[in-house]
């Protein structure tokens, strides 16, 4: 199983950057994704999920109204829409996956995943 991230790098306060994340190796249909951030000296934190059949999504306060996640399920690909970006978004961002047969479940507890991407930092700075 292989998570491949992409799509950071460094923006100014207020602008927009996708981040996306492709899977590989999981031939089961029942795949949810999370996102997770990690800044410099601070823990692992949830930022979004996505289901695997329901679409059901989640997002973290500090994120709502700013961040969107969607999924391509025929790409096995992932993505997080992050618009009015912040410095304190500036973070190495993950992609994660579980396989899980409950279609609606969607959690941000990074102990939930067992797969992981190596993360691509997101900078925003002016």
């Known amino acids: 199983v292989q998570l491949q991230a992409s799509g950071g790098g460094l923006v100014q306060p207020g602008s927009s950057l996708r981040v996306s994340c492709a899977v590989s190796g999981i031939t089961e249909d029942y795949v949810a994704i999370g996102w997770f951030r990690q800044a410099p000296g601070k823990e692992r934190e949830g930022v979004s999920c996505i289901s695997s059949v329901d679409d059901n999504t989640y997002y973290v306060d500090s994120v709502k109204g700013r961040f969107t996640i969607s999924r391509d399920k025929t790409k096995n690909t992932a993505r997080l829409q992050m618009n009015s970006l912040k410095p304190e978004d500036t973070a190495v961002y993950f992609c994660?996956?579980?396989?899980?047969?409950?279609?609606?479940?969607?959690?941000?507890?990074?102990?939930?995943?067992?797969?992981w991407g190596q993360g691509t930092l997101v900078t925003v700075s002016s």
């Open positions: 994660a996956a579980r396989v899980v047969y409950d279609g609606s479940w969607c959690g941000i507890d990074q102990y939930s995943y067992p797969y």
